[in-house]
């Protein structure tokens, strides 16, 4: 399985940005998948999860500013985040299993929020 997040970038605080994870080498559709972020000198936290049937669940830090969504015919899952702040500063992961648990991660994307 491999797990391929892109879409990270730079961005000032309010801005919006679309992470995405393309997934391939097992049936997409039978998996959850999930984003989770890691500050410098911090535990990874998880962000948002969707499950295989389409159940979302949201932190409490990012309900109300971040959508997770797939898109099976695509076995991409996206993340996206709207008023951005600069504690939402991390490199972020997409993972797939069944959230909270994961079989898979990808390599993370690097997401900064300028002040």
């Known amino acids: 399985v491999q797990l391929q997040a892109s879409g990270g970038g730079l961005v000032q605080a309010g801005g919006s940005l679309r992470l995405s994870c393309a997934a391939s080498?097992?049936?997409?559709?039978?998996?959850?998948m999930g984003w989770s972020r890691q500050a410098p000198g911090k535990e990874r936290e998880s962000v948002a999860t969707?499950?295989?049937?389409?159940?979302?669940y949201y932190s409490e830090s990012v309900k109300g500013r971040f959508t997770i969504s797939r898109d099976n015919a695509k076995n991409t899952v996206y993340l996206q985040m709207n008023s951005l702040k600069p504690e939402d500063t991390a490199v972020y992961y997409c993972?797939?299993?069944?959230?909270?648990?994961?079989?898979?991660w990808g390599q993370g994307t690097l997401v900064t929020v300028s002040s």
């Open positions: 969707i499950s295989w049937s389409g159940n979302t």
């Open positions: 080498g097992r049936l997409f559709g039978s998996y959850g």
């Open positions: 993972g797939q299993g069944n959230p909270p648990h994961y079989d898979y």
